[in-house]
């Protein structure tokens, strides 16, 4: 299977762990706010080179993350988690939650140990869609939203705050759409990466405006954490 990058230490992507990240290219939806450069370049480098490194470098890594892209659009995807926990290591899977067979599958052969769906707006079709950039079925992203939530896996929640698109009230209906959830992550927006040349133009939110985001998505999710800021 051929990756797009290989990051050998991320350790800001899985709290409290010492992580590589294999990022995964392509993509199923094209959000205005993303850096498209993994959605759309060509894989560069075989996944075998990624796991080799791990391997040789267990006495510092002790996990990996899966991201991209949107890695359940691969179907080497089981190939490669499969090599990864033939290394005893924990797996983390990023996925933007429109596959829940797929992850379903993932999750029942034990093929990760922790999953993060980007869950992006209000889980309504239009601001969905409109934060994705393409059509979006929002049932298969409440599909993956049980699958994790009753998987007996760790699991985590994020949203990127993107001005015009996530804002105080999406933000309260994204918390309570996830109420009774572990943990959420609030991220802040990059405009230098997004695709969207009028995305570039936004300012992030001030960091205070977050935190009172945070603040109120604590009322439905036990554990938010602000990311980026």
Partial sequence: MRIAGFVKTALSEWEGKNASMILLPGCNFRCPYCNRCLADCDASMDHAEAVAYIKSHKDFVNAVVVSGG?????????????????????????????????????????????????????????????????EVDVDAVKRSIDVVSKSGLA?????????????????????????????LILQQFNPSAAADPEMRKAAPYPAQALVRMAESSKKYVRHVRIRGV
Avoid: W
């Avoid at 983390?92 to 993932?106: F, Y």
């Avoid at 929640?157 to 105080?168: A, K, L, M, W, Y």
């Fill in 70 to 134: 949107e890695p359940t659009v691969h179907p080497d995807l089981y190939a490669l988690l499969k090599d990864l926990k033939a290394l005893k290591i924990k797996i983390k899977i990023d996925t933007n939650g429109s596959m829940p067979d797929i992850l379903d599958d993932i999750v029942g052969a034990m093929l990760v140990d922790k999953v993060c769906i980007n869950v992006m707006a209000p889980l309504d079709g239009a601001s969905y869609s409109r934060a994705a950039g393409v």
């Fill in 155 to 183: 699991y985590e929640f994020r949203t990127t705050v993107v001005p015009g698109i996530v804002g105080s009230e999406a933000m309260n209906s994204i918390s309570k759409s996830l109420q009774g959830s572990g943990s």
